[in-house]
Structure formats: C-alpha cells, structure tokens
C-alpha cells in the first residue's frame, strides 16, 4: 500500500484528535455543558416552536382555505400563530386553574388533620402495651401542630438565613422568566420565517453534503418529525378523553378533588406506561386525606378505567400510528427515565419508534434509498 502525504496527514491529524479528546475529556464535556447551559434559551424555543407549529398548521389549512385577497393570504400566517399560542396558554390556564386552588386546599387539610392522625396513632399504640406509659404521656402532651409548622418551617427556609432564601428565590425565577421570555420570542421568529428557514437548512445541506449522505438525512428528519407529530397529536388526544372520564366518574362516585385529579391523571397521561401509575399514586394520596376508603374506591375505579383506556380508547385513537411494540415502549420510557428523567420518558418513545421504522424498512428494503 503507497502512502501519500494525504493519507499521512489524514491519519496524523485523525491521531492528533484522539489525543486532544481522551486527555481533556473533562474540559470538553465541561465546555459543552456550559455552551448547552447558555443556549437553552434557543432550545427551549424550538421545542415550543415545534409544539406551537402543530396547532399552526392545523389553523393555517383552515382559515381562508379559498381567499384570493393578498392581505388577507399575508395575514393567515399570523394570525394562525397567535390563535395557536392562545390555545396553548389556554390549556396551561385550565391546568393551574384546576390543580392549585385544590392543591392547596389539600394542603391545608393535611395540616389541619395530620396532628388528630398522630394522637389516633399514639392511642393505638398505646392499646397495644408496646411503649412505656411515661413515652406515651410525653407524646400525647406534645402540640403536634406547633410541631409540623416548626419543620415545615424549616423545611421551607432550610439551614441559611431567611434573606439567603429569599434572594436565592428570586434569582432563580427572574432567570426562569427570562429564559422563558427569550425562548418565546425565538419561537415566534422561528413560527414566522419557517418556510425561510427550511429552504435556506436544505440548501446548506444539499451543498455540503454529498448526495447519498443528503438523502438520507432527509430519510431519517422526515420519519422522526412523522414519530414525534404522531406522539405528540395521539398522546394529547388520549390524555384528554382519559382525563375527563376520569373526572366525569369521580363525580358520579362522589369522590373529593375530582377535578384536580381528572387534570392530573391527564398531565400524567402524556408520560406512556410509567403515567398512569404516577397518576394514582398522587390522586390517591390526595384522597386519602379525605377518607380511606373512597382512595381505595378511586383505585378500583382507576384500574378498570385503565383497562378501558388500555383495550379500546388508545388503539381507536393512537392505535398503531407510533408502530412500536410494547416492549419496546416500556423499554424506552425505562432507559429514557434513567437517562434524562421525566424529559427522557417523553423523548424515549418517539425516539425508539424513530429508530424502530428505521430498521424495519431497512431490512424489509421498503426505502428508494
């Protein structure tokens, strides 16, 4: 085999590399996080860019569908993004709308009734002659609700000062409304000039890649923009027919927080597999607080509502359109829960169904490719 000065270079620069990466792995890693750290912002806008153009797009194929007026052609495209945005932040209102107002309310029951549990339990106790009686007399003149405020206070302010706290807080939500604030204006910019920018993306791509490599990378865009679209539109769906039978049967069965818990089991919904059981835990938690007894009703309930949900309203409504088995959703809300936590088990499925139908129209040879 001759070698050239190419090929040298090639294979010196290639060693070079490995190098650099094996001897400041840490640094690199460090430098990415920070530059992943600073650009969230913008990665917080395309994912709602992405959430917001579903809801756009269904409004733009409908709203002067015939018009022949210029204006009125020019005008679809915003007005589209801000009926889209309003129905986001709609639906976001009705959900703190609904959970905080009985959340706290939960809240304050736990307080006002967690001291009479604890004297129950003490008496319980004490029937069973388990415990000195001196201990039990120290317990039952203990102000359990002096108590409970005591660590909650501690809990809330923690080991620093007040003032540290405070500042802490208030540092963390101004960046969290700024972050917030420049995500949604880079969204709009990205709603707005799409069409721009998915000609200029395809053009860049279609220059400096070479074809096989360009063709492709649109192969694999196209089937997990299709995944992702498809999770997203049926998961959505599913959650909120989910959410409001299990309200509507709360309601009948006349058990507490109906409509706290109707939304959450909605929310968690949206999580495959792992959602449901988050789900009742917190609803019957909340109940419980009430009576018992209707949390174990509420938990009957629930399971055969699942039942229902699982055999007939999810393969009417989703069905098969993600065309992943359900080994492998558990398997990818699994890893993708390790990996990431709540974020990995909404990425992991849409993902795996990416790499799913990848495979399987590649050895199926159903691809032009």
């Known amino acids: 085999m001759k070698l050239d000065w190419k090929t040298c270079f090639k294979i010196g620069a290639s060693i070079f590399v490995l190098?650099?990466?094996?001897?400041?792995?840490?640094?690199?890693?460090?430098?990415?996080?920070?530059?992943?750290g600073a650009a969230s912002p913008l990665i917080l806008g395309c994912v709602i860019a992405y959430i917001v153009n579903i809801l756009m797009s269904m409004y733009e194929r409908n709203m002067f569908p015939n018009a022949e007026n210029l204006k009125l052609r020019r005008l679809r495209r915003p007005l589209a993004m801000l009926l889209a945005f309003l129905t986001l932040f709609g639906i976001i209102a009705l959900l703190i709308r609904l959970v905080v107002p009985e959340l706290i309310n939960c809240v304050q029951?736990?307080?006002?009734?967690?001291?009479?549990?604890?004297?129950?339990?003490?008496?319980?106790?004490?029937?069973?002659?388990?415990?000195?009686?001196?201990i039990i007399a120290q317990l039952e003149g203990t102000d359990w609700q002096a108590q409970i405020l005591s660590v909650?206070?501690?809990?809330?302010?923690?080991?620093?000062?007040?003032m540290g706290v405070v500042?802490?807080?208030?540092?963390?939500?101004?960046?969290?409304?700024?972050?917030?604030?420049?995500?949604?204006?880079?969204?709009?910019?990205?709603?707005?000039?799409?069409?721009?920018?998915?000609?200029?993306?395809?053009?860049v791509m279609n220059h400096y890649l070479p074809d096989i490599i360009y063709k492709r990378t649109l192969y694999v865009l196209k089937i997990m923009n299709d995944c992702f679209h498809r999770y997203i539109v049926g998961q959505s769906i599913e959650a909120v027919i989910l959410g409001s039978l299990c309200?509507?049967?709360?309601?009948?069965?006349?058990?507490?927080?109906?409509?706290?818990?109707?939304a959450l089991i909605a929310f968690t919904a949206l999580i495959p597999v792992a959602g449901a059981y988050i789900g009742a835990a917190v609803g019957a938690f909340m109940i419980m607080t009430v009576n018992p007894m209707q949390a174990v009703v509420f938990l009957v309930y629930l399971v055969i509502l699942q039942q229902l949900e699982g055999n007939i309203i999810y393969p009417k409504v989703v069905g098969s359109s993600m065309g992943l088995p359900a080994i492998w959703v558990l398997a990818a809300v699994t890893i993708g829960g390790g990996i990431m936590g709540i974020i990995g088990m909404l990425l992991g499925v849409p993902l795996a169904a990416t790499a799913y139908r990848i495979l399987k129209n590649d050895l199926n040879n159903s691809h032009t490719i």
């Open 109 to 134: 029951l736990i307080f006002s009734e967690l001291p009479g549990a604890i004297i129950a339990v003490i008496h319980f106790v004490d029937s069973l002659h388990i415990i000195p009686e001196d």
């Open 152 to 162: 909650f206070g501690f809990l809330t302010s923690g080991i620093g000062s007040v």
């Open 19 to 36: 190098y650099l990466c094996i001897n400041y792995w840490p640094f690199g890693m460090k430098l990415i996080g920070r530059m992943i």
């Open 247 to 262: 309200a509507a049967g709360m309601f009948i069965l006349r058990l507490p927080y109906a409509t706290m818990v109707g």
């Open 167 to 203: 500042v802490t807080t208030v540092a963390s939500v101004f960046s969290t409304v700024i972050t917030t604030v420049i995500a949604l204006i880079f969204s709009i910019y990205l709603l707005l000039g799409k069409d721009t920018l998915g000609s200029q993306s395809l053009r």
